[in-house]
């Protein structure tokens, strides 16, 4: 397929230097400090601290390498220099793979596990390096509204740090951080637009379309969209979505960029096929819940304000809001299943919720550069708020029992039981700082201090016992890394950092600690970006999920818990014609302590000692009687883990293989093949009163216009 080039509007010229330093990422400060001239006879200084942003940025459209992250949509750092573990899956990237859901934009991703729950659909599940990750977009937490499925297709690229990162982010998960970074206006004209039908009678349409608003170029709009009906590999399923985003951005000079985003996502869907008996495999399209009862239905509306402005003498702003609302309803019915059963009727459970959320979130951030003599100095400071509410009705009971062999449906529970009924809110104050000092261009010190205030309340009833609860927390991390420019094209780190997962009331944080050491290498002359990491990760306070033998669910909490491992990734742009994605990384978990004796020294449960991928894509140029063909293949092995912390189930190692083919059939017109799942791989991938399997092989066919 042809990498079409976006037509450039009347964008204006910005001369000024950014600092290269958020909250995000502390960026160090290495590399030749020289002096240019920009040809109206005006000297600066170029910096590894500073940016000459009229340069482009990485081009995400057409590339599977990044170069850059951006520090929540905000301003670029250079991945190379900054000490910590980074990936960044691209549009182009994603647009090669067709991906449809998070787990999909991350399983070539290095230490991520995704997809571990199967043919449950209600939410977004992965864990990086052993343990849950947080999920941000813009660089601020989505919070209360992480459970949703996100849509790739509302994002520019999507950025991965492993790791604790609380530092950076506030109250996060010990694993990492996943930063979803909205598509905004781009002061380029360009239109994209696709038409999908694929297996499980999917039909989908979508349109991604930019202009400059008026002749001084200093507005612009971006509008995009898709809708999809579908069904998913069981029975009576239903996959049906609405996205809508609108954004403006205003530049009215050099120094300043306001940007107002308002997206909408609508979801109607099946939560889960009711899991598959344990004695057996079964086909993927068993269906063992109810028609009338397994739904769920997703409606959130969200809007951001991104705000940009350079004061000049090394100051400048960066202020974000976003207001999110959502409601999220959802109710199946699943099997309880159990070893040495006999006989074909099985039991069944009905579980659901009725939920209502809303989150404001927003900002301020500043940032200085300077120097003392050969120091390069940089600083962030800033202040953060959080205000989020929630209502939630639970229900929960033992329904009418199928028989496996030969299902009768039964119809929805006609009186469950609401188990529990209450609201909750979630406030929080946070301050943040953080320094980089250079050295001679070559050594970077980094160190960076937070401290959250979180006042949490909650009131209800929850199996008939009436509540009313608060607490309040005052949580400090910090973070520091040492940077070494080997060279202009390989850099080395060693970093500490810390983590305070979210807090919930009556129950001790759970804290996390990270050691790591990697190396990073950006030839020149190539679009590449090779790197590698060692880390010990140490969680304390650890909460888990226990399938109880009545078949209900109970929360355990574990001592310490720690990961040690290693991640390799390599992406590359090898010619015109050939890229190549690929990965590796080796975990080991351990249970250090715990009041229960018999998992002391058990590894986790979802977490595989090796997990490997590799994706490559190649173009064979049309020669005038034909487009451009493109072919790509690529490869997943997940190995075997245990299914719960008792490790007396495990998986069975497996390896799945997708594949592509795309044409080029007019100008800026191309048709695309995707399989995922080639061979139609079938395993179990996690188990309790059920089992449950990996997606099977999906196929789908789009023909997508550019102009």
């Known amino acids: 397929m042809t990498a079409h080039t976006r037509r450039t509007g009347a964008r204006p010229k910005t001369r000024h230097l950014l600092m290269c330093c958020t909250t995000l990422v502390a960026l160090p400060i290495g590399a030749y400090a020289q002096d240019e001239s920009d040809g109206d006879g005006e000297i600066y200084r170029l910096a590894p601290i500073l940016i000459d942003i009229t340069a482009d940025a990485d081009d995400d459209a057409n590339s599977v390498v990044a170069q850059e992250i951006s520090v929540g949509g905000k301003v670029a750092t250079s991945i190379l220099d900054t000490p910590a573990s980074i990936s960044v899956v691209t549009a182009q990237e994603m647009q ?80 990492g951080s996943v930063n979803f970074v909205s598509k905004k206006p781009t002061f380029d004209t360009f239109a994209d637009s696709y038409l999908t039908y694929g297996s499980h009678d999917h039909k989908e349409i979508g349109v991604d379309v930019g202009d400059v608003l008026n002749a001084e170029g200093t507005l612009a709009y971006r ?164 205000d989020a509410s929630t209502t939630s009705t639970g229900i929960y009971g033992l329904t009418s029992s199928i028989d496996i062999d030969a299902p009768v449906y039964s119809g929805a529970p006609s009186d469950p039981y609401v188990y529990s009924d209450g609201e909750s809110d979630y406030t929080t104050k946070s301050i943040f700082l953080t320094q980089n000092l250079s050295f001679d261009d070559r050594i970077i010190a980094t160190f960076g201090m937070r401290h959250d205030w979180l006042d949490l309340s909650e009131n209800g009833t929850s199996w008939g016992v009436a509540y009313d609860n608060s607490d309040d927390f005052s949580e400090t991390s910090y973070r520091g890394a040492l940077t070494y420019k080997v060279t202009d094209e390989i850099s080395t780190y060693a970093s500490y950092v810390q983590s305070v997962a979210p807090p919930s009331i009556g129950v001790e944080p759970e804290r996390g600690e990270q050691y790591e050491i990697g190396v990073k290498y950006a030839p020149v ?97 049309g020669d005038g009687a034909r487009g451009d063909m493109t072919f790509g293949l690529g490869a997943r092995y997940v190995g075997s883990y245990y299914f719960n912390a008792a490790n007396s189930a495990e998986s069975d190692a497996a390896t799945l293989f997708d594949a592509s083919f795309g044409y080029e059939i007019a100008e800026n017109t191309d048709l695309e093949l995707h399989v995922s799942n080639l061979f139609d791989e079938q395993h179990v991938v996690g188990t309790g009163t059920a089992n449950y399997y990996n997606p099977g092989r999906d196929i789908s066919l789009t023909l997508r216009k550019s102009w």
């Open 96 to 175: 090669q793979r067709q991906v449809a859901t998070t787990e999909e934009v991350l399983q070539y991703t290095p230490g991520i596990l995704t997809d571990y729950y199967g043919s449950d659909d209600r939410n977004d599940y992965f864990q990086i390096r052993g343990f849950d990750a947080t999920t941000y977009r813009d660089g601020m937490t989505l919070g209360s509204m992480r459970g949703v499925r996100e849509e790739p297709y509302a994002y520019e690229r999507v950025e991965v740090l492993r790791g604790s990162n609380s530092t950076l982010f506030g109250t996060a998960d010990p694993g």
């Open 223 to 386: 509008f995009t969209g898709k809708v999809k009906e579908s069904a998913l590999d069981y029975d009576y399923s239903q996959d049906d979505e609405t996205f809508l985003m609108g954004g403006l951005s205003w530049q009215p000079s050099d120094y300043t960029e306001l940007s107002l985003i308002v997206d909408y996502l609508k979801r109607e869907g099946t939560p889960n096929s009711g899991g598959y008996p344990l004695d057996q495999d079964y086909d993927r399209s068993d269906f063992f819940g109810e028609p009338d009862f397994n739904y769920h239905d997703v409606e959130r509306t969200s809007i951001t304000g991104l705000l940009t402005h350079d004061f000049g003498g090394g100051l400048s702003l960066n202020a974000n809001l976003r207001y999110s609302d959502l409601n999220d309803d959802f109710g199946y019915i699943y099997l309880y299943d159990y070893a040495g059963r006999t006989g074909t009727e099985l039991s069944r459970y009905y579980f659901g919720t009725d939920q209502t959320a809303e989150e404001l979130i927003g900002n301020a951030i500043l940032k200085y550069e300077t120097q003392f003599g050969t120091i390069d100095s940089s600083t962030v400071a800033g202040v953060e708020y959080r």
């Open 525 to 621: 002359g190539m679009n590449a970006l090779f790197s590698a990491a060692i880390y010990d990760l140490t969680r304390e306070n650890v909460t888990i999920a226990v399938v109880q033998g009545d078949g209900s669910i109970e929360r355990q909490t574990i001592g310490e818990s720690r990961v040690r491992g290693l991640d390799l990734e390599a992406k590359a742009e090898l010619s015109e014609q050939l890229s190549l994605i690929a990965s590796y990384s080796y975990l080991k978990s351990k249970v250090v302590e715990d009041d229960d004796e018999n998992i002391i020294g058990n590894e986790f449960a979802s977490t595989p000692n090796h997990i490997a991928s590799i994706w490559g894509t190649y173009t064979v140029p």
